[in-house]
């Protein structure tokens, strides 16, 4: 996150930095992701700054890497959404563990010993 004084030529500054990283260290800044956000400037002046340098705007709050920025933290609505996101990460994460672990479990079984315990339980199953 840039914040800078409203102003054209810094935002035509910043652009020409932008492009200086990209031919010094070969690593785009994706346009498509890049936002202008307005602190006490006219929404229409944004747009048509934004339309012109190829940037879209947003408002704020906004959310950045799952965190709701210029929210209150002190809020739990505005946890809400973390911590779902966290809660379906671990979700995925057990049930994946787990698979993995009754994959190993019956991969590594020499086969013997798996065909012992079949003919086994399926002599008891018999004899009942």
Known sequence: MI????????LKNLV??????YLVSRLRINVIKRKFYRVSVQEEEIQVWARS???GWGTIPFTYLCV??????RRLDSWK???EKVKKKQNFVVK?????CLE?????????RVKMYLDRDLKSSLSI
Not at 16 to 21: H, M, V
Request: neutral net charge; charged residues 10%; aromatic residues 12%.
């Open 104 to 112: 190993l479990f019956y991969e590594t079984a020499p086969p013997s």
């Open 53 to 55: 340098l190829g940037n």
């Open 68 to 73: 709701s920025i210029g929210e209150s933290m």
């Open 16 to 21: 020409k930095i932008l492009r200086w990283f």
């Open 81 to 83: 959404q973390t911590i």
């Open 96 to 100: 994946s563990a787990t698979l993995h």
């Open 3 to 10: 914040c800078l004084v409203w102003s054209l030529t810094n």
